[in-house]
């Protein structure tokens, strides 16, 4: 392609220095500095000089250990029990702060599980970051399959050759020029306890069986209530980008198939999926990080509650590099969720590549 | 089974527009509700939404929650602000974008595909893995102002603007259109004794309507939609955006009426531009999907 008359250093670097320049600094050296970061203590503003403390900010998030307790027992070796009968066991608060245990300090109880007498207590150094890393993992691995499934869902029915078929696409897509702040706020009326549109829709539905919920102030709804609204918000985008991928398989291949006398599901299994995989592997990258970014949702509408059921790792980023001022906290949260970022897109483009 | 008889299609374009209809009130609903809620005094809003009523512009109709929202925040400098980083931020996108799109595509120099592979490579680092870190870059960053050289970016107008002015989707943008136009008009000018910012400036431009069309419009709803990163850099009011301005309406007791009226203050205008270009808003985003 390159001939002499294009080939010219000095004007190539005037054109495009502005924009590198632009991102180097504003993008690429930011992405470098969260790794520094995460190794140091640096605080947005601090009377003290930032130190090196190498893996330190890691372990304080990422440290998890399994205690297996045994129930407490009386004098005569039975089981002490509690007045509802269940069996009583050793508090984890003596266990994190008995000299014996150094290794346990400022550890807390995450969650416990049971097998047979013997009690199981996972405890973690942050919780509260693992809860945001659980969080975040489940909503994107939630969102990214139903919102890509719907939204593909949708692009089939609005490529149907209809009259009026451009007006149902345009209102499909409108709530994603909406912003995300905007459409949380509402939401947040919507899901209310009192007056909420949706405990009475689901009451008018039921006859007035259906029990109102406080959909964002009860843990096993709120983010599910969260998902909710953000497959309602950016479906749309996703339902535009298949159809652009729909449109670029040939019409003739769908006349052979109907010549051949596919079903519709034939027709969709071996015509149209085959020709959106390069699609597919886009739509699901783009809300997988979409996914992960969660962030303006929980800000407006529950703040990471109730009981730290909607923390997020970027609502937690936030909060500490920005609320606390504890930027190395910030920055590693950062570089645990670029990680996983792009973990899973390399996942996705590895379980989706071209079969040989 | 062959034969389909005239009713029997009737019925199923009844139920395709049917389902069609359903799905459009989904999306719909909210947005209505917002609205005519935003028109409605506080009790009769609550009341409202036992019922249909929620979604009719019915009963006492007032624009008295506009009025109380404007006494309760300064809206006009918050869309004034908005407005302001929202277009400089556009303008300057599409001429530094568009200048890097055509260095990249037209012009041969040292280094071009290690930088065009470095600035697409920026595409999988999410914003959000970055703004903690850039928070403290723009802390510290010189600025050389009226008064000589100050230190720290944060409460201005430039923290919200300069670094969003390049991103590599906006190049890559205009790295595909730009391949698609025909070398030849290039080199004919390039023949004729044009210098190169006289062809980016009077033959590719000219040509690149629709590009940037697109390019304008994704910039102009990332901008425009700003929550976090202004909500970190912008403590002072004198420089907050429309979207950080919510705030002042999500404290204690909510007054629902009058959020409604802000909501619908600073989406409607968005909304009206969506509906007028529509078809430019969603070929845009599907211009996203086209990949190189």
Known sequence: MSSKLTTSNRAGWAFAAPGIALIAVFIILPFFFAFALSLTNQRLISPNPTQFVGMQNYRDMLSVSVLRLAPDRDDAGQIQRDAAGAPVYPRIRDITRSPDFPQYRGMREWFRFHMGETAHVVIARDVVFMKALVNTLTFVLVVAPVQGGLALILALLVNQKLRGITLFRAIYFMPVVVSIVVVSLLWRFIYSPDGGLLNNLLSALTFGAFQPVNWLGNPDTALPAIMGMSIWQAVGFHMVIWLSGLQTISPTLYEAAEIEGASKWQTFRYVTWPG?????VLVLIVITMQAFALFAQIDVMTRGG????????????????????????????SVVLFLMVLAISLLQRWLTRERA | MASISPDNHGLRLAVRYAVLILIALIFVFPLVFMVMSSLKPAQQLLADTASLRAFLPVGDISLDNYARAFQRAPIGLFVFNSVLVTGLTVLLCLAVCSMAGFAFVYLNWRGRDLFLSIILATLIVPFETIAIPLLLLVSKLPWIGWEGVSYGWLNSYRVQIIPWIADALTIFL????FKGLPRELIEAARVEGATWFQIYWRVVMPLSGPVLATAAILKFLVMYNQYLWPLIVVQQEKYRPVMVGLQYFFQLNIAWGEVMAYLTMITLPVLAFYLALQRAFIASIASTGVKG
């Open chain 1, 306 to 333: 109730p009981l730290d059921s909607t923390q997020t790792l970027v609502f937690q980023a936030v909060e500490r590099g920005y609320g606390k001022q504890d930027i190395s906290g910030g920055a590693t949260i």
């Open chain 2, 174 to 177: 205009f790295v595909q259109y």
């Open chain 1, 276 to 280: 959106l995989r390069h699609t597919a």
